[in-house]
């Protein structure tokens, strides 16, 4: 699926907390929290807070687990966990496109 057309004149739309809930629910388990002082490092991400879904819904490849990676409100990252272990990166146009999808 090919990412929203941007208008390099316009703002960038920005993935945010709210909408991760729209798309998969409350997380199964949040590591950090949004006023974290200290930085977590982990698979060349620096973070300070975490969500992780174990079966996350809405999923068409069911995958064993969705991590969203938070920088205070920022989005950072999102990887999906496929069953077979191998870890699937999706860029924050790729989200933003599926929400707009369900829109």
Do not use: C
């Given at each position: 699926m090919?990412?929203?057309?941007?208008?390099p004149?316009?703002?960038?739309?920005r993935l945010?907390?709210n909408?991760?809930?729209?798309?998969?629910?409350t997380?199964?388990?949040?590591?950090?929290?949004?006023?974290?002082?200290?930085?977590?490092?982990?698979?060349?991400?620096?973070?300070?807070?975490?969500w992780i879904?174990?079966?996350?819904?809405?999923?068409?490849?069911?995958?064993?687990?969705?991590?969203i990676?938070?920088?205070?409100?920022?989005?950072v990252?999102?990887?999906?966990?496929e069953?077979?272990?191998h870890?699937?990166?999706?860029s924050e146009?790729?989200?933003?496109a599926?929400?707009?999808?369900?829109?």
């Amino acid at each position: 699926m090919a990412a929203p057309d941007i208008d390099p004149g316009m703002p960038h739309p920005r993935l945010e907390r709210n909408d991760v809930v729209k798309l998969f629910g409350t997380p199964s388990e949040t590591v950090g929290s949004v006023n974290e002082p200290r930085q977590r490092h982990e698979h060349g991400l620096q973070f300070n807070e975490l969500w992780i879904y174990d079966r996350p819904k809405h999923e068409p490849s069911h995958p064993k687990a969705r991590r969203i990676y938070w920088q205070r409100y920022d989005f950072v990252a999102s990887e999906r966990v496929e069953r077979d272990g191998h870890v699937v990166r999706e860029s924050e146009a790729e989200l933003l496109a599926r929400l707009a999808d369900e829109g």
